[in-house]
């Protein structure tokens, strides 16, 4: 029973260890929710790392508390956002309108 024990804790604490550094979520259109993303750029502007979502709008940044995370894509504006937490985010992009 104490090997079974001990065998758990060091499989799942690494994995603890690396998700408290890290930023997962998806990134969706502001008007058709449930239309993914892909390809959408998100930079970490305090620690200057970049990722790219998947064909499901998926994305795991590198991040810490405190860190300003940007997410653009072509024709959609850019938001910004300051991390308080490292709870994944789902991200809505507003189209970008031309005047």
Not at 23 to 51: C, H, M, P, Q, Y
Not at 71 to 86: G, M, P, R
Request: proline content about 3%.
């Amino acid at each position: 029973m104490l090997k079974k024990l001990l065998l758990l804790f060091v499989l799942v604490l690494p994995a603890k260890l690396y998700a408290k550094n890290t930023l997962t979520g998806n990134i969706f259109d502001n008007d058709l929710r449930s239309l993914a993303i892909e390809g959408a750029t998100i930079k970490n502007l305090t620690s200057k790392a970049v990722a790219l979502s998947n064909k499901d709008g998926h994305f795991v940044m590198p991040a810490k508390v405190g860190d300003l995370i940007s997410f653009s894509f072509s024709s959609y504006e850019t938001d910004t956002v300051y991390l308080i937490n490292l709870f994944p985010k789902n991200v809505y992009l507003r189209a970008q309108v031309n005047t």
